[in-house]
């Protein structure tokens, strides 16, 4: 997990106003430079302790830059959806909704209490909605309020998300958002701007410039949540892959779990980029 938090609305605005950020002045190019010598640096740094740990070149030997199906601009749409149902049945299976509404619960609750106001919310990849729903309907009922918004680059997500939240009578608004423009939004619109299990289909540069873009929007913090790359990850993955392939006689499910194990980031390469995105700002990292 991830967690990026600006907690006052002065300092928010005093780092917003800081002639030192340069925020607006990062683009891909810069951020691709500092990032690339910034991981060869951490690569020379692990590669001289390579004798003595084993475990570099196991890491190595999991790492692949490979593209998933769902990330594939020429991978039927269909199939994406139908990888993309899989995943939320194995969020729903072991409780992957409910841990991330706990993870956001001390900033939602603070916002009520302090504010005396819904917490405004954005998902970035929010996909068909899944999550986004579930959190509108699992903290209806509850004393924590929320006004929450779904997006995701893709138009047919966002046309099936909106279509389900009107048939299912849910006050929820998904929309079509580039998470690499995220500036285009209104500042100081969103409270709160989460992704789960997203960050790893990005390259380093492009989730700084998320991160970058997400401060002119958001009034308290980003929030990241991810697997992360180890043996053990990528055991659970591979075996969920191949029962869902099996479930649905399709061998993308398998592929597409196999590539996410293999691409998720550790929680030091996670602190890396944040703070090469959002200098000024409180970063956490933890698996």
Same mark, same amino acid.
């Given at each position: ?15 917003r ?8 002045d990062?683009?891909? +190019?810069?951020l @691709?430079l500092?990032?690339k010598? &910034?991981?060869?640096e951490?690569?020379q740094?692990?590669? !001289?302790? =390579?004798?003595?740990n084993?475990?570099?070149?196991l ?15 020429q ?11 899989g ?11 409910n841990k991330?509404?706990k ?9 009520? +209490?302090i504010e @005396?106001?819904p917490?405004?919310? &954005? ?8 999550? !986004?729903m =579930? ?5 209806k009922?509850?004393?924590m309020k929320i006004q929450?918004?779904?997006s995701?680059i893709?138009?047919e997500?966002v046309?099936?998300?909106n279509?389900e939240?009107i048939?299912?009578n849910l006050?929820?608004?998904?929309k079509?958002?580039d998470?690499?423009h995220?500036d285009?939004l209104?500042?100081?619109s ?8 997203s ?10 410039m998320?991160?970058?873009?997400s ?6 913090a980003f929030i990241?949540i991810?697997g992360y ?8 993955m591979?075996?969920?892959?191949i ?9 993308s ?17 996670l ?7 959002c200098?000024?700002?409180?970063v956490?990292s933890?698996n």
């Amino acid at each position: 997990m991830l967690q990026l938090t600006n907690f006052y609305e002065k300092c928010y605005q005093d780092f917003r106003q800081s002639p030192q950020t340069n925020i607006d002045d990062l683009d891909l +190019e810069k951020l @691709k430079l500092i990032s690339k010598l &910034l991981f060869k640096e951490i690569d020379q740094k692990r590669s !001289t302790q =390579a004798r003595k740990n084993l475990l570099y070149y196991l890491d190595q030997l999991i790492w692949t830059d490979a593209r998933e199906h769902i990330d594939d601009p020429q991978f039927n749409v269909q199939t994406k959806q139908e990888i993309i149902q899989g995943l939320h049945l194995k969020n729903n299976l072991f409780g992957t909704y409910n841990k991330t509404i706990k993870i956001l619960e001390p900033l939602i609750t603070q916002i009520n +209490e302090i504010e @005396k106001r819904p917490a405004k919310i &954005l998902e970035l990849g929010s996909g068909t909605g899944k999550l !986004t729903m =579930a959190m509108y309907e699992k903290t209806k009922n509850t004393s924590m309020k929320i006004q929450i918004t779904g997006s995701d680059i893709i138009p047919e997500y966002v046309l099936a998300a909106n279509n389900e939240a009107i048939s299912r009578n849910l006050k929820i608004d998904f929309k079509v958002i580039d998470a690499f423009h995220l500036d285009r939004l209104e500042h100081n619109s969103y409270d709160i701007i989460f992704t789960l299990h997203s960050m790893h289909h990005f390259l380093p540069e492009q989730l700084a410039m998320i991160m970058s873009g997400s401060q002119k929007v958001t009034t308290k913090a980003f929030i990241g949540i991810d697997g992360y790359r180890g043996f053990g990850n990528l055991l659970f993955m591979t075996i969920s892959g191949i029962g869902a392939s099996m479930y649905n006689l399709d061998t993308s499910f398998f592929h597409d779990s196999m590539i996410s194990g293999r691409k998720m980031y550790s929680s030091k390469q996670l602190e890396i980029i944040a703070k090469i995105g959002c200098p000024q700002s409180t970063v956490v990292s933890e698996n």
